[in-house]
């Protein structure tokens, strides 16, 4: 295979499962960042080259250029796969200037950042008849009377672009309990410049968000397909997946397929869901439109994502492929999910007998593998330096 394949990014698990994925099928993997620091993916023994290029947030311009420059130095068209929200909005913005030299499955402009955009989201899942929470802006000129008699507390302020919120704010979402708390949230967010909804919570524990987890081809059909179930979550309630395991929902398929070919979408892409433990119906809480968490669950079940777009990019597309009954695996980030449990426990959520009883499934792990090993070693490290950091730094105080 001459065509190369370029990931960005080497400081998230996300990344090396995709490197991973890519490299055990004798890929030529490059990892493109913007610092050697934390970078634990790059320890890769699949990784075959690593380039250090300006930061695609802070210098896009550089940014660009330099994956152009890459580019046009190879003897094929390499394929573009970015791991993380900017990245992805960054490519999305360059995406016509970006094709002519990368292979890359969307093709609409500007696609990417709709789903990914609270507000263009929920405009699209409306017109495609899909459930999305009660939402109200946050300019909205009747704001508290909405909140106090539609949306009741608590309830969320969320961001209209995730990526940029979290960058800002190292969170998802705020949480208010009341008026004060809903004012002071909506404060934080106009001093930081980022505009926000307000938004019911769907009532249901964490194992009521569910995802579907979808290929769609060059004709925007999907053609590989999963849907997952969470079990916890980090940050607790509002979280990224730390334990999520392989639940066959075919009512989930059916609604996210529609979505995404209605929508004329190409590509990976996961829909997050939350199941309404009142009245049992699916809300659509979220779209990622890059290579979800919990990717290495994918791949040990049989759904390499990654390599199904890396095949497709280059004309030899895989046979399709989805499961029609549960399959016994899970995915689990060791480090966040004990801090998740930590919470789970202290707040009643959870006992630990629940918990002991969960550790026993079958895993897929997000940094560990046999044989692939020095990631997990340099993420470790990583850790370790961060905890004694802490150590030292708590008896200087006192």
């Known amino acids: 295979m001459n065509n190369k394949a370029v990931v960005l990014g080497t400081n998230y698990y996300i990344a090396l499962s995709v490197i991973r994925c890519l490299g055990a099928h004798g890929i030529e993997v490059v990892a493109i960042d913007y610092s050697e620091k934390d970078t634990y993916a790059a320890k890769s023994k699949y990784l075959s080259e690593r380039l250090i290029a300006p930061h695609y947030k802070k210098d896009t311009k550089g940014f660009i250029e330099f994956l152009i420059d890459y580019a046009k130095k190879q003897e094929s068209p390499p394929v573009l796969m970015p791991c993380h929200d900017l990245q992805v909005e960054v490519i999305d913005a360059h995406l016509e200037e970006l094709k002519k030299y990368y292979l890359i499955p969307q093709t609409e402009p500007g696609l990417w950042t709709k789903v990914m955009h609270k507000n263009s989201l929920y405009e699209l899942a409306m017109e495609q008849g899909v459930l ?28 209209v672009d995730s990526p940029s919120f979290v960058a800002k ?15 002071e949230a909506l404060k934080k967010a106009k001093d930081a410049g980022l505009e926000v909804v307000v938004q019911r919570i769907i009532p249901g524990f964490d194992d009521h968000m569910y995802t579907f987890d979808a290929y769609l081809n060059q004709d925007s059909k999907v053609t590989h397909w999963s849907t997952c179930q969470k079990y916890r979550q980090f940050p607790i309630n509002f979280g990224a997946s730390v334990y999520t395991g392989h639940k066959y929902v075919p009512e989930l398929y059916e609604i996210g397929a529609k979505f995404f070919e209605g929508i004329k979408y190409k590509g990976f892409a996961e829909i997050e ?7 049992g119906k699916f809300y659509m809480i979220e779209v990622n439109a890059r290579t979800t968490n919990f990717n290495n669950l994918l791949y040990k079940l049989g759904l390499n994502m990654p390599y199904i777009n890396y095949r497709e990019m280059i004309g030899e597309p895989l ?10 695996l899970v995915f689990w980030y060791a480090y966040e999910d004990l801090l998740a449990i930590r919470d789970y426990i202290k707040t009643g959520q959870l006992t630990f007998g629940e918990v002991f009883k969960s550790l026993l499934r079958p895993k897929a792990y997000a940094i560990w593998d046999w044989k692939d090993p020095m990631p997990a070693f340099s993420f470790a490290g990583i850790i370790l330096r961060k905890v004694f950091r802490k150590i030292f730094k708590t008896k200087d105080k006192n």
């Open 132 to 159: 999305v929470p009660e939402t109200v802006r946050a300019d909205d000129e009747d704001l508290i009377n909405k909140v106090e008699n539609i949306i009741k507390f608590p309830c969320i302020v969320k961001p």
């Open 169 to 183: 704010f190292r969170r998802k979402l705020f949480k208010v309990n009341n008026v004060e708390e809903l004012q």
């Open 273 to 279: 869901f939350k199941k309404d433990a009142e009245t």
């Open 319 to 328: 046979e399709p492929k989805h499961f029609t009954e549960d399959q016994n």
